[in-house]
């Protein structure tokens, strides 16, 4: 049997979204701090629906800032439980605190391999380093 690795922690998709471990296959999902900087002053955001269940690369939401609209995508296969109502009232808190109080929906991850396979926050600031240095 493959080893898998604790489900703890958070992990990163190359997409940007992040998967905050919260114990039992129970996760929250958002967007990292590298995008919301990328995309600028957040307006509006389309949150999932409670229930929904999504395969890994689907569409699971949509931000909206000044200067783009921009899908988020699933970072793994998950049925979303519940989303955070805060950000319909204040989407600012994308960009205030994106792995905090900005998190856009918490998830029922449906294949755990799926979270071992993401990047851990060195990988994924490896990556970030890497994209910025393709756009200049």
């Given at each position: ?15 940007h979204e992040y998967l905050t471990a919260e114990g039992n296959g129970i996760a929250r999902v958002g967007i990292s701090d590298y995008a919301q900087k990328a995309l600028g002053d957040l307006v509006f955001v389309e ?90």
């Open positions: 049997m493959a080893t898998r690795t604790a489900f703890t922690g958070t992990r990163y998709a190359k997409s949150l999932p629906a409670a229930g929904a269940k999504k395969k890994r690369g689907d569409g699971f939401a949509v931000v909206e800032s000044v200067k783009s609209v921009s899908d988020v995508y699933a970072p793994a296969g998950l049925e979303v439980l519940e989303t955070n109502k805060a950000l319909t009232a204040d989407p600012t808190l994308l960009n205030k605190d994106p792995e905090g109080k900005g998190w856009i929906a918490k998830v029922r991850l449906t294949n755990l391999d799926e979270f071992d396979n993401l990047l851990d926050a060195a990988a994924y600031k490896k990556h970030c380093a890497e994209e910025d240095a393709h756009h200049h």
